[in-house]
Each structure stands twice: as C-alpha cells, then as structure tokens.
C-alpha cells in the first residue's frame, strides 16, 4: 500500500463513521430534563482506530457536542496523525426530534495538501449554498436534508425511538446522497468501559460494493456507540470507545 493513499482512506473514515455519542449519566435535574426533550447532552468522546492493509495505523480522535446561543448546537470532530489531520463541525438546531443544519465546516490536511469547504443552508428556500476554493454553488435540498457529519446524532436519536431502519438525505460534494441502515441484533461485547449488551447496526446502501460497515450502540450507556468495524478492498478499520466525559 502506497503511503499516498493513506490520508484518502483516513478522510474517508474519519467522515464517514464517527457517529455520536451521549453523556454516560447527568449531572443535574436540568440538564436531564433538556436531554429528554431535546435527546441532546454535551459530552466529549475519545475513540481509537486501527487502519490495517500490510501495516497498522493507530490514530485517535476526539468528538465534541457543545450547546450554544440561540438554541443553536455545535457538533465537532477532530482526529490527527503523523501524515493527516480532520477538523469537521455542524451546527444546527432541533425541531420534534430532528436535526437541522444551519453551516456545515470542513478543514483537512494530508502530506502538505489542504483541502476547505463551507455549507450554507438557507431552510426559507431549501437551498445549500456550498463554498469551496471561491467558487460557491447552489443546490436545492429536500427538507430533513443533513450533513454528513449531523447525521451521525440522527443515527443515534432514531435508533433511540426504536426505528429498524434508517434513511437519510446528505447534502455532499455537490450532490443529494442517500445513506441507509438496518437494525441487526443484539450481541455481548467487551469494551474498555466493561462488557455489555450492544445492539448491532449495518450500513446497507453500499453492500454492493463489497464493504460492509458494522456499529455496536449500548442501550445501558444511553446508547452509546462502542465499537466499530469496516471492510472493503482487504482493507480493514476498528475502532473502540477509549472514554467519554
């Protein structure tokens, strides 16, 4: 393997399957009663990973979910290593259980190559209005329309209200991209937190193309994402919960 090719495979992963993850308990009546209705606490997590095809890359990265003014939430998520570094965050707001997005940021570095790109999303019209290298752009967005990185919350906050299957609009790189899952089972995994029963969540829209996306959320942890795992092209990514405060 190539060592250019390994920052694009990073990027991919980094964006693609870091999903959120909630406060193991609350410390207080107020805060408990914003989370039920609003399905939202602020929390940081920390997560390894391990990319392996011929050699093994370990590579940490932290999420971030902070409440803002104006009922304004801000979601973050940053990884770094020797050849890459990520930098991602949403903002939006929440409306009967669903994420809306207002901006969306993106800032990556790999091998001296710097990559930027700014959404926009004007709900009175439905648009997005996507900056990148100067050259902004328009595209008209169904409602419901998320990014790719608040649609990790919607993940989670579905699976909570005890749907089987997810289907999701993504507003990315010029286009409407729709990303599905599928409930699958419950299994007994260990983690660094301790061993717990964890219901098994597949991504399903690109099975087709021989990958296969596999996440472990804990129902006892407020359903906490523990442990993931994916495979396509013999190449492998696991990545397991370190801590969360």
Do not use: C
């Not at 060592?3 to 992963?13: C, E, G, N, Q, V």
């Not at 790999?110 to 595209?139: I, M, Q």
């Not at 296969?212 to 795992?229: I, R």
Request: positive net charge; without cysteine; proline residues 3%.
């Amino acid at each position: 393997m190539r060592a250019s090719k390994i920052p694009k495979r990073l990027r991919a992963f980094f964006m693609v399957f870091f999903i959120s993850t909630p406060m193991l308990s609350l410390p207080s009546q107020g805060i408990a009663s914003e989370a039920q209705n609003t399905f939202l606490a602020p929390y940081s997590a920390v997560y390894s990973t391990i990319w392996k095809k011929g050699i093994s890359l370990k590579v940490e990265g932290k999420q971030t979910l902070s409440k803002k003014s104006n009922n304004l939430w801000q979601f973050v998520f940053t990884a770094d290593s020797m050849i890459a570094s990520l930098n991602e965050s949403s903002t939006f707001y929440v409306k009967d259980h669903q994420i809306i997005p207002t901006h969306y940021r993106y800032k990556s570095s790999a091998l001296g190559k710097k990559r930027s790109a700014t959404l926009t999303f004007d709900w009175d019209n439905n648009l997005v209005r996507n900056d990148v290298k100067d050259k902004p752009w328009n595209l008209t967005i169904p409602s419901k329309t998320l990014d790719k990185l608040s649609v990790q919350l919607q993940v989670r906050q579905d699976l909570k209200q005890g749907k089987n299957d997810f289907d999701y609009q993504i507003a990315d790189g010029g286009y409407i991209k729709n990303w599905r899952f599928k409930r699958d089972r419950v299994e007994d995994i260990n983690t660094k937190l301790g061993r717990f029963s964890a219901i098994k969540v597949i991504r399903t829209d690109n099975l087709e193309k021989g990958k296969k996306t596999s996440f472990w959320f804990v129902p006892a942890l407020d359903y906490l994402l523990v442990k993931l795992e994916h495979q396509e092209d013999g190449e492998s990514y696991h990545l397991d919960i370190e801590s969360v405060k």
